[in-house]
């Protein structure tokens, strides 16, 4: 499985985003995350998508941001509303492979076994 990230950009304070993780392969069978890295600080998770249609989300990002998976595109998406400098950062997606990690670790880099090349986005104030 390979993943392409995209949709990201430079926002004011408020605004919306929407970045696209589009996967060579059938999304449906994979937990699909998104992860983010600001500067000078480890990489954090932000929300994923698991295989059986359940979401999960950091408390930061929680009922801003919604995940989503479009299985026909083998896409995965992450809506990002009322954005705040907080959360400038180089986001990433990775990819959960069967055998699935167990679900304690969704918020674990280890679960992923298949990441993206990252797209930046830049909130102003």
């Known amino acids: 499985v390979q993943l392409q990230a995209s949709g990201g950009g430079m926002v004011q304070a408020g605004d919306s985003l929407r970045l696209s993780c589009a996967a060579s392969?059938?999304?449906?069978?994979?937990?699909m995350a998104w992860f983010r890295r600001a500067p000078g600080k480890e990489r954090e998770f932000v929300s994923v998508?698991?295989?059986?249609?359940?979401?999960i989300y950091a408390d930061s990002v929680k009922g801003r941001f919604t995940i989503s998976r479009d299985n026909a595109k083998n896409t995965v998406y992450l809506q990002m509303n009322s954005l705040k400098p907080d959360d400038t950062a180089v986001y990433y997606c990775a990819a959960d492979l069967p055998p699935y990690s167990i679900l304690s670790t969704y918020n674990s880099e280890t679960a992923y076994d298949v990441w993206g090349q990252g797209t930046q986005v830049t909130v102003s104030s």
């Open positions: 392969d059938r999304t449906f069978m994979l937990n």
């Open positions: 998508f698991r295989w059986n249609g359940n979401s």
